[in-house]
Every structure is written in structure tokens, then in C-alpha cells.
């Protein structure tokens, strides 16, 4: 139960730091708070048991992707042009999604429930065979790195990528302009 | 009990809403990209608590526990935040690009410099 409140706090925090973002007009400052969004969702994680996916979010989501933020700002400019903020249609078409998203949640099972589908299937099997198939304690560990390890290597991949794009982007910057551009990634 | 229990996914769609809100409203494409952030980690938040069971623990395998929590979503949602850092460089360097070309990063802009020299 006490989990339950300590979710919905975090998750209120998040919000609201979520509509600091829309509101804020310099840019820097949504960046950090994108920031400490991450944070929020990484303690959000811890208590909702994904420990792992609470080292990554922190460290990854609430650091480096911030740092690549504000490396582009720091090319680029850091203040956004003064607009209203509302718009109607915009505001209709989220309204509308968020509507239809909830109705879909309508037939969820309830937040923390053991019997809930999700868990009956290959979950049980990989908690109790991945000690004596895999070895590590940490199942996390061994869904990554060997029954699922297909998904590891393409995220490799996409990485790998992604680099490279990056690379093809900005290296080309470097050679023309006087000044040395900053790496990326 | 069963209201509660569906309360923590609508205000995760809360979330993913006014990131998306961001990402069509603002004409600003950093800001687009920080809007994408905050869908894509609210997205995160869904599937872990898709997996997580009340009174249930971290999975890693100990004798004094007998309830974990799913692991799955764990594994799929790793994988996600290291791809979605991926797009985000990719993202950001191509507003870099565009704002060496334009001089500008305000989409409305970019559009109006495009229709008066093409």
C-alpha cells in the first residue's frame, strides 16, 4: 500500500516538473530539468524493483543524453522565441489521445497484481531455471545476455549506427569551420 | 482498491501526453527532442509497472525471497534507454546541421527561409 503512495508522489513530481519543461523558454534550464525528470523516473524505478533499469536511467537518461543537450545547445543557441504557449487544436488532439489511452487502460490488470497474464507466461520460467541454465543471480542479467541475447547484439548495433550517423553529421562541420567542433559522441 | 490500482497508469499517460504535447507544439527543435525525452521515459515507466508485483522484490535469485518481480520488462526497457540516447545524438546533431545552415532553430523560421530562397 505504502509503495503505492510513494509511486503516485513521484510520479505527481514528475509531472509537474513535466510542465516546467512546456513552460520554460530557456532552453538550458529544460534541459536540466529534463534531467531531474529522469532522476524522478529512476527512483521511480527502485521502487518499483527494476534496479537495473534504475542504474541505466541515471546514469544514461539523467546524464549523458542531458550532456548531449547541452553540447548542442552550446553550438546552437539557448533561448527559445517567445510564444503562447497554448494552442487549441494541439491541446484537443492530446486531450483526445490521453481519452482514448485511458479507456484502453480500462481492462488492465490493477497496479501490482501477482495474477495479472504478464507474469504467468515465461517470466516463472526464467526465475526459476536461469540459475542452473545461465548462472548469475541477477536474472535481469541473464534475459540480457543469453536467452535474449539477439536483442543485446541489435542494440549494438543501433548504436553503432547511430554513431557513425553522428560522425557523418558533425565531422564534416569540423573540417570546414576554423574552430574545432565538439565531439558528440 | 481496483481505481487505485489503475490511478498510476493514467497519470503515467498524463506524462506521455504532455511530452507529446511538447513535441507538436513547440516550434523550437531542441525543445521537440526534450519533449521526446520526457514521452519516451514516461513510456519506461509503464512497462515497469506493468512488471512490478506488491510485496514482490528486485529479481536477483536469494534464499530469503520467494516473490521477484518480472524480469522481462526489465531487459526490454534497458535495451530502450540506450536506443533512445542513440536517436537523441542522432537528433541533436542534426539540429546542430540545420541551425549551420539556417541560423535559426525555430521550425516556422526554417519553413520561411526555405519558401523565400528554395
Known amino acids: 500500500m505504502i509503495e503505492v503512495l510513494i509511486d503516485e508522489a513521484v510520479l505527481g513530481l514528475m509531472l509537474i516538473i513535466a510542465v516546467g519543461v512546456l513552460y520554460q523558454r530557456n532552453l538550458f534550464a529544460a534541459a536540466m530539468l529534463t534531467s531531474i525528470y529522469s532522476l524522478l523516473a529512476a527512483a521511480l524505478f527502485v521502487v518499483m524493483d527494476a534496479v537495473d533499469v534504475a542504474f541505466t536511467e541515471a546514469s544514461v537518461g539523467a546524464g549523458i543524453s ?4 547541452l553540447g548542442a545547445l552550446a553550438l546552437t543557441c539557448g533561448e527559445q522565441k517567445a510564444r503562447p504557449v497554448f494552442a487549441l487544436g494541439p491541446f484537443l488532439l492530446v486531450l483526445l489521445t490521453g481519452a482514448v489511452l485511458i479507456y484502453g487502460t480500462s481492462d488492465m490488470p490493477a497496479y501490482g497484481d501477482a495474477s495479472a497474464p504478464i507474469h504467468r507466461h515465461v517470466a516463472p520460467r526464467y526465475l526459476e531455471d536461469s540459475r ?24 549494438t548495433v ?12 558533425l565531422g564534416r562541420r ?12 | 482498491m481496483e481505481a487505485l490500482g489503475l490511478y498510476n497508469y493514467w497519470l503515467v499517460i498524463a506524462l506521455m ?11 523550437n527543435l531542441v525543445k521537440k527532442i526534450i ?20 510485496g514482490g522484490s528486485a529479481p536477483i535469485l536469494s534464499d530469503q525471497v520467494s516473490v521477484y518481480s518480472n524480469p522481462l520488462p526489465h531487459v526490454l526497457i534497458l535495451t530502450a534507454i540506450v536506443v533512445g540516447v542513440a536517436t ?15 541560423g535559426t532553430m525555430e521550425e516556422d523560421e526554417i519553413v520561411a527561409a526555405e519558401r523565400e530562397d528554395p
Open chain 1, 132 to 155: 542452473g541454465e545461465v548462472g548469475p543471480p541477477n536474472v535481469v542479467t541473464s534475459v540480457l545476455a543469453s536467452y535474449r541475447g539477439y536483442d543485446t547484439l541489435g542494440e
Open chain 1, 66 to 69: 542531458i550532456i548531449l543537450a
Open chain 2, 35 to 54: 519533449g521526446l525525452n520526457i514521452f519516451q521515459a514516461s513510456v519506461f515507466v509503464l512497462y515497469i509497472t506493468m512488471g512490478k508485483i506488491i
Open chain 1, 174 to 185: 569540423r573540417r570546414k569551420a576554423a574552430k574545432p567542433a565538439e565531439e558528440e559522441a
Open chain 1, 158 to 169: 543501433v548504436i553503432f549506427t547511430a554513431g557513425v550517423g553522428v560522425l557523418a553529421l
Open chain 2, 17 to 27: 501526453m504532455t511530452g507529446f504535447y511538447i513535441v507538436i507544439t513547440s516550434p
Open chain 2, 88 to 102: 537523441t545524438a542522432v537528433g541533436l546533431s542534426l539540429v546542430v546541421r540545420i541551425y549551420a545552415a539556417y
